[in-house]
């Protein structure tokens, strides 16, 4: 299993990215973790929530990327950073 834990101050929609328009998992409210049954392989990435808008961290800088959790080992952890925000 792993976690996602939203230190943004946006509420956030989590999704498995099955390579389309994402599966629903949960909505996490600012410093709220959910956890997740999961395998290695898999992905997730969130939004903005309601509006599927997607958020990035380090906006607005050279360093900016949109944020995608990648499963590579077992009870990992994932954190929406407090810098967290749409493009």
């Known amino acids: 299993s792993i ?3 939203n230190q943004s101050p946006y509420r956030v929609d989590v999704y498995y990215d099955d390579g389309e ?3 629903y998992i ?3 409210e600012e410093n709220e973790s959910t956890g997740i049954n999961s395998f290695v392989g898999h992905s997730f990435f969130v939004t903005r929530h309601g509006v599927k808008e997607g958020l990035f961290a380090d906006p607005d800088t050279d360093h900016e990327k ?3 959790f990648s499963v590579g080992q077992r009870n990992q952890a994932f954190i929406v950073p407090k810098n967290a925000a749409p493009s």
């Open 3 to 5: 976690s996602i834990t």
């Open 21 to 23: 328009y994402g599966g």
């Open 26 to 28: 949960s909505t996490l």
């Open 66 to 68: 949109r944020l995608l």
